[in-house]
T-cell receptor, first 114, second 113 residues
Framework: ETGVTQSPTHLIKTRGQQVTLRCSSQ?????VSWYQQALGQGPQFIFQ???????GRGNFPPRFSGLQFPNYSSELNVNALELDDSALYLC?????????????FGPGTRLTVL | QKEVEQDPGPLSVPEGAIVSLNCTYS??????FMWYRQYSRKGPELLMY????GNKEDGRFTAQVDKSSKYISLFIRDSQPSDSATYLC?????????????FGRGTSLIVHP
């Protein structure tokens, strides 16, 4: 098990609602990335935060937003939910400038939008 | 065309078989080549990675990178039922600050006793 935790495990929302997902990083990791993994697909990069600032963003609309806190925990917020937002949302914490073996994924939050 | 292509399978093999998993890519800037394993309802876990080209071996697993063909492979020897999972290839440019992998869609592997 990695030291990365996510909450909640599952949730169900309806179209148009807003949702907040949470991630607690591996101890000492000051970089967090969020990914969306649709069923049968690989994870797609949403954005990355380093020391509370957005440090890179994938091809996702502005209704996907995030926060990183001084204790390096983070949130992913999605407004105006659409059916296609149904997916597994993964966070991964890492150290900047290091290789892939310093990035650890959490177990994910499964979001269903009805 | 996607940057990283991976056959989704499923790939079903008997216990003890040698498994070959492959990905192709189009971005010449990729320098890190990774293989992740993802069990159902879990996050991906890194199996192994290679920087630039060449081979790397770790126990029953061997990763190969052929940059001239833009083709990477993962071989699993003496496969076990516990190897049944989805295997994701991923690639990234050289880390100079932010490490952001591009993933394939994953290959579902089933190893039956």
């Amino acid at each position: 098990e990695t030291g990365v935790t996510q909450s909640p495990t599952h949730l169900i929302k309806t179209r148009g609602q807003q949702v907040t997902l949470r991630c607690s990083s591996q101890s000492g990791h000051n970089t967090v990335s969020w990914y969306q993994q649709a069923l049968g697909q690989g994870p797609q990069f949403i954005f990355q935060y380093y020391r509370e600032e957005e440090n890179g963003r994938g091809n996702f609309p502005p209704r996907f937003s995030g926060l990183q806190f001084p204790n390096y925990s983070s949130e992913l917020n999605v407004n105006a939910l659409e059916l296609d937002d149904s997916a597994l949302y993964l966070c991964a914490s890492s150290l900047p400038g290091q290789g892939p073996d310093t990035q650890y994924f959490g177990p994910g939050t499964r979001l269903t939008v009805l | 065309q996607k940057e990283v292509e991976q056959d989704p399978g499923p790939l079903s093999v008997p216990e003890g078989a040698i498994v070959s998993l492959n990905c192709t890519y189009s971005n010449s800037a990729f320098q890190y080549f990774m293989w992740y394993r993802q069990y159902s309802r879990k996050g991906p876990e890194l199996l192994m990675y290679t920087y630039s080209s060449g081979n790397k071996e770790d126990g029953r697993f061997t990763a190969q990178v052929d940059k001239s063909s833009k083709y990477i492979s993962l071989f699993i020897r003496d496969s076990q039922p516990s190897d049944s999972a989805t295997y994701l290839c991923a690639m990234s440019g050289a880390s100079g600050g932010s490490y952001i992998p591009t993933f394939g869609r994953g290959t579902s592997l089933i190893v039956h006793p």
